[in-house]
């Protein structure tokens, strides 16, 4: 794989994780159920009430996974 495909994978999934709501605790009210409206992490379904959390979940949650999957994908290149 080639660094410019793992730098657009390691984009896509910085993207994935979007500081917005998320139902917690079951089905929406919406829908009949009594989930709870949460302000955080849409993928990880992470609470985030501030702007610096959200920050902070991106620098110490997202972003090591996205480089050890990049380390991991070199590797193997280098040993094919």
């Not at 992490?41 to 609470?47: N, T």
């Amino acid at each position: 794989m080639d660094k410019a495909q793992i730098l657009r994978e390691g984009q896509v999934e910085l993207q994935r994780h979007v500081w917005g709501t998320y139902i917690a605790k079951g089905v929406s009210m919406a829908l009949g159920g009594d989930g709870i409206t949460t302000p955080g992490c849409e993928a990880c379904r992470k609470r985030i009430n501030t702007n610096a959390q959200y920050l902070r979940h991106l620098a110490d949650d997202v972003l090591p996974q996205i480089l050890r999957d990049a380390f991991r994908i070199a590797d193997e290149s280098e040993k094919s």
